[in-house]
């Protein structure tokens, strides 16, 4: 039966997505920062969920986690990097401090940024050594948590959307490369779901005409170990539906040759085989 990482995992879609894989078999690392509900939930969930306390804006923790997972169940075969946060930094505001009487700028948090997008990185970066090294070479599929927010301008959550959007090039670039190892890198891009991201407040606000079901987002996340041939894709969960968005069309043919006929140049020019 295949082992998955599932990142997040104590809360909303993470949760959602363990018990999926659970229900079918899998055994599932729950990787999360809530120790309390995460060890909870895992002991609810029966011998085949494991948790592991793991933030994964850390290099060590991430490690720790694949580590052990490989360890203990002998292989990883899906990750679901999918851990998230909103932005903690609201890029609009006039922050300063006052020093010597002079009005200086403080440096910006940007712990979104290190959770949502170095997080993913470290995640893949993880998942290839590991499925390098699963038995009998059989290899594995990344799935990153984008969202919605990754395709269009998100103004409340800026530094959100700068992260998503980064994970949808992120596995667009990397897929035609890994696909040659048989590893497929994909993502998902939700539209709003009921989980704990968002404020109660916007939560009670939101029409529920608007509002994505989780069984659409399980879809997708299962349609990419289902096939194969699915990879770099950016798969846009709304409502009821999944749509594997395309690239942007190009606007002239040069356009087109670069992106589609000059990968020889670009990895000579980087001496890379
Ligand atoms: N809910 C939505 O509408 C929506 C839409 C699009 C994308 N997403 C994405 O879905 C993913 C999951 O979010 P959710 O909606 O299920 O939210 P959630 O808040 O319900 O769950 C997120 C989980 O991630 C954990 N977490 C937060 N920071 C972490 C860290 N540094 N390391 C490890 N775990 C951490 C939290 O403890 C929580 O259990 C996120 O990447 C989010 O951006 C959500």
Same mark, same amino acid.
């Given at each position: ?16 997505l363990?018990?999926?894989?659970l $229900?079918?078999?899998w ?6 920062? /809530?120790v ?12 085949s @969920?494991?948790?592991?306390? @793991? ?5 060590d923790d ?8 490989f ?22 505001e ?23 997008? /170095?997080?993913?990185?470290?995640s893949?970066?993880?998942?290839v050594f590991?499925?390098?090294? /699963?038995? @009998? ?11 919605? @927010?990754?395709?269009?301008?998100f103004?409340? /959550? ?19 490369i ?22 109660k407040d ?19 996340f299962?349609?990419?170990a ?11 969960c709304?409502?009821?539906d ?5 690239v942007?069309?190009?606007p002239? $043919?040069?356009?087109r040759?670069?992106?589609e $006929?000059s ?11």
């Amino acid at each position: 039966m295949p082992v998955a990482i599932v990142t997040g995992a104590a809360s909303g879609i993470g949760l959602a997505l363990t018990k999926h894989f659970l $229900e079918a078999g899998w055994k599932v690392t729950m990787a999360d920062m /809530n120790v309390e509900a995460g060890t909870k939930l895992a002991a609810e969930l029966g011998p085949s @969920a494991f948790f592991k306390k @793991a933030d994964v804006s850390s290099w060590d923790d991430q490690a720790a986690l694949f580590r052990e997972t490989f360890e203990k169940f002998g292989s990883i075969d899906y990750v679901a990097a999918n851990a998230g946060i909103d932005d903690r930094q609201l890029l609009y505001e006039d922050v300063y401090e006052t020093v010597d009487g002079v009005q200086v700028p403080v440096k910006p948090n940007l712990k979104t940024i290190e959770v949502d997008l /170095n997080g993913p990185i470290y995640s893949l970066w993880l998942a290839v050594f590991y499925f390098r090294r /699963n038995p @009998a070479g059989k290899k594995g599929k990344v799935v990153i948590t984008a969202s919605n @927010a990754g395709l269009y301008p998100f103004p409340t /959550n800026p530094q959100y959307a700068s992260c998503k959007h980064a994970i949808v090039g992120l596995v667009r670039s990397v897929a035609p490369i890994f696909i040659k190892e048989n590893i497929t890198v994909n993502c998902i891009c939700p539209a709003f779901v009921e989980t704990n991201l968002a404020p109660k407040d916007l939560l009670r606000r939101m029409p529920r005409e608007h509002v994505t079901p989780m069984s659409t987002v399980l879809r997708a996340f299962q349609s990419f170990a289902d096939d194969d041939a699915l990879t770099g894709q950016a798969a846009e969960c709304s409502l009821g539906d999944i749509f594997y968005r395309p690239v942007l069309p190009y606007p002239n $043919e040069s356009e087109r040759w670069m992106f589609e $006929e000059s990968h020889k140049i670009w990895e000579a020019g980087y001496n890379q085989s």
